[in-house]
């Protein structure tokens, strides 16, 4: 319960820690010295705030190729990323994208594909969707963009069908 006390006819209440997308329901009645009036009662969802696009210099997170180099070293080298397997990229903290960032723009490309294939771009504490955001094929460099949401940790996963190195910007 929030109580107001104001001279005036208009009084404003900020709710905070409400999740988007769920029903609040608000009360309101007016108390005075003869009082309280009739309550007022109004039920709305809240519509999510949309956090700001800030656009960065392009920075290097992952390159898998044994002679990749990325903007701070980490996440380079290591070979191509074997079939039906996972990599992990952490995206916060790195380049400039701030701790709280929730999603980012990436560039993902699949470098010398054995074979044609996919790769899936997710937060790494979800369930691997059922869908594709790059389709390769075989021994052919393809990149595409793809704006991904970050895991809680700030990290993105990049599922592949098939054994390829990986860069991601």
Not at 85 to 105: D, E, I, S
């Amino acid at each position: 319960e929030v109580v107001a006390n104001t001279n005036s006819t208009a009084t404003s209440i900020v709710l905070t820690n409400v999740q988007p997308g769920v029903a609040v329901w608000v009360s309101v009645s007016a108390l005075n010295a003869a009082g309280e009036g009739q309550r007022e009662q109004a039920a709305s969802a809240v519509a999510p705030m949309v956090a700001p696009y800030v656009p960065l210099t392009p920075f290097r997170l992952a390159d898998t190729r044994t002679n990749g180099v990325t903007g701070d070293g980490q996440g380079q080298g290591g070979g191509p990323v074997g079939t039906a397997q996972t990599l992990t990229v952490q995206v916060t903290g790195r380049g400039n994208v701030p701790a709280g960032a929730k999603a980012a723009a990436l560039n993902v490309t699949a470098v010398g594909p054995g074979a044609k294939g996919y790769a899936t771009v997710y937060p790494c504490d979800v369930t691997r969707p059922l869908a594709s955001n790059l389709n390769f094929a075989a021994g052919v460099t393809t990149a595409n963009a793809v704006f991904a949401d970050l895991s809680a940790t700030g990290t993105v996963c990049v599922f592949v069908s098939q054994a390829t190195n990986l860069i991601v910007d």
